[in-house]
């Protein structure tokens, strides 16, 4: 095993706390806004980020819907054929194949968007709702419909196992804020507001070569590589409009005392930031390597869900 190069360094509570307090946005699009750091995706940023597209390559972000249970796939899809050819609907010989597809809108085999009514802290959603706004029929605020037309952008991949010269990082490995920045460097570019921060640690690679694993706390899980909470201030500061890492960007066990999942909550509760969960980029390093450049189109479509957390989805890089 690869012994892991930067542990995730304590953080107390109370440093989560007010690093939360300092990067809120709440209010700062109105206090009905439900597209938090969307708003930094302007027509101009559009229109900007299709000039990035020279060859015509596109390329998913995707895992293949999984529709077998495992380790880190304890809700499976559900997909079956409700009507085959066998049965033709009229005499003419016209006949039709259709499937149903069930899954949940979230979880670590399943690529998905999540919405701003996902994560709550202190029993308040992104820009002080109140948690009880969500409701078991969904939420009329902050839901995922908030982001039907589109996720398009400039998408910038910061690969931290390629700077590392390794296939992946291990599960527990932190990713810094200097790292970030070493990285953007070493890639010969600089993110920016408006842009889409796409994050490869080689968490899929990992999986698909020693197989799957739960990705929760030890001892029952093996834990996931993932971000250092000092990155979120940093992403802050760039105005980053969306995060769409592998994995789900979380260093599982957490970089904060007592604190399962801080990334999530800085990023949706406090920043409203459009985050993206269990994205497969390999396809992708190979092709930024291929195309030699890490810059690239984003075009994610989510689905028109009413009341919904969150939706599965399969964002494209095109370059």
């Given at each position: 095993?690869?012994?892991?190069?930067?542990?995730?360094?304590?953080?107390?509570?109370?440093?989560?706390?007010?690093?939360?307090?300092?990067?809120?946005?709440?209010?700062?699009?109105?206090?009905?806004?439900?597209?938090?750091?969307?708003?930094?995706?302007t027509p101009e940023k559009v229109?900007?980020?299709?000039?990035?597209?020279?060859?015509?390559?596109?390329?998913?972000?995707?895992?293949?819907?999984?529709?077998?249970?495992?380790?880190d796939n304890a809700s499976p899809?559900?997909?079956?054929?409700?009507?085959?050819?066998?049965?033709?609907?009229?005499?003419?010989?016209?006949?039709?194949?259709?499937c149903y597809l069930a899954m949940?809108?979230?979880?670590?085999?399943?690529?998905?968007?999540?919405?701003?009514?996902?994560?709550?802290?202190?029993?308040?959603?992104?820009?002080?709702?109140?948690?009880?706004?969500?409701?078991?029929?969904?939420?009329?605020?902050?839901?995922?419909?908030?982001?039907?037309?589109?996720?398009?952008?400039?998408?910038?991949?910061?690969?931290?196992?390629?700077?590392?010269?390794?296939?992946?990082?291990?599960?527990?490995?932190?990713?810094?804020?200097?790292?970030?920045?070493?990285?953007?460097?070493?890639?010969?570019?600089?993110?920016?507001?408006?842009?889409?921060?796409?994050?490869?640690?080689?968490?899929?690679?990992?999986?698909?070569?020693?197989?799957?694993?739960?990705?929760?706390?030890?001892?029952?899980?093996?834990?996931?590589?993932?971000?250092?909470?000092?990155?979120?201030?940093?992403?802050?500061?760039?105005?980053?409009?969306?995060?769409?890492?592998?994995?789900?960007?979380?260093?599982?066990?957490?970089?904060?005392?007592?604190?399962?999942?801080?990334?999530?909550?800085?990023?949706?509760?406090?920043?409203?930031?459009?985050?993206?969960?269990?994205?497969?980029?390999?396809?992708?390093?190979?092709?930024?390597?291929?195309?030699?450049?890490?810059?690239?189109?984003?075009?994610?479509?989510?689905?028109?869900?009413?009341?919904?957390?969150?939706?599965?989805?399969?964002?494209?890089?095109?370059?």
């Amino acid at each position: 095993m690869t012994q892991i190069a930067t542990p995730p360094g304590p953080v107390t509570l109370a440093a989560f706390n007010s690093t939360f307090e300092s990067v809120k946005n709440w209010g700062r699009w109105g206090p009905e806004d439900d597209r938090g750091t969307l708003n930094f995706l302007t027509p101009e940023k559009v229109v900007a980020a299709a000039a990035l597209v020279r060859s015509g390559r596109t390329v998913s972000m995707a895992i293949p819907i999984n529709k077998m249970a495992g380790p880190d796939n304890a809700s499976p899809a559900v997909h079956h054929m409700s009507l085959m050819h066998d049965i033709p609907i009229s005499e003419s010989g016209l006949s039709f194949g259709m499937c149903y597809l069930a899954m949940a809108s979230h979880g670590d085999c399943h690529t998905h968007v999540d919405a701003l009514n996902h994560v709550g802290y202190r029993g308040q959603l992104y820009n002080g709702k109140p948690t009880s706004l969500l409701t078991s029929r969904g939420s009329e605020w902050g839901n995922i419909t908030a982001y039907a037309t589109g996720i398009v952008g400039r998408g910038v991949m910061l690969d931290a196992a390629r700077y590392r010269k390794v296939p992946w990082l291990e599960p527990g490995d932190a990713v810094t804020r200097d790292e970030l920045e070493a990285i953007e460097a070493s890639q010969g570019l600089r993110l920016g507001e408006g842009d889409i921060l796409v994050f490869r640690t080689g968490h899929h690679a990992r999986r698909l070569a020693l197989g799957p694993w739960s990705n929760e706390y030890p001892p029952s899980g093996g834990g996931k590589a993932g971000l250092h909470m000092d990155t979120v201030p940093w992403m802050h500061e760039r105005r980053i409009a969306a995060f769409l890492p592998d994995g789900d960007g979380e260093t599982v066990p957490s970089n904060v005392e007592g604190m399962p999942y801080p990334i999530h909550a800085l990023q949706i509760t406090a920043m409203g930031m459009c985050v993206s969960d269990s994205l497969q980029l390999e396809e992708l390093a190979q092709a930024c390597e291929q195309e030699g450049r890490w810059e690239f189109m984003v075009v994610g479509l989510p689905l028109r869900l009413p009341g919904a957390t969150g939706t599965p989805w399969n964002p494209i890089a095109i370059f």
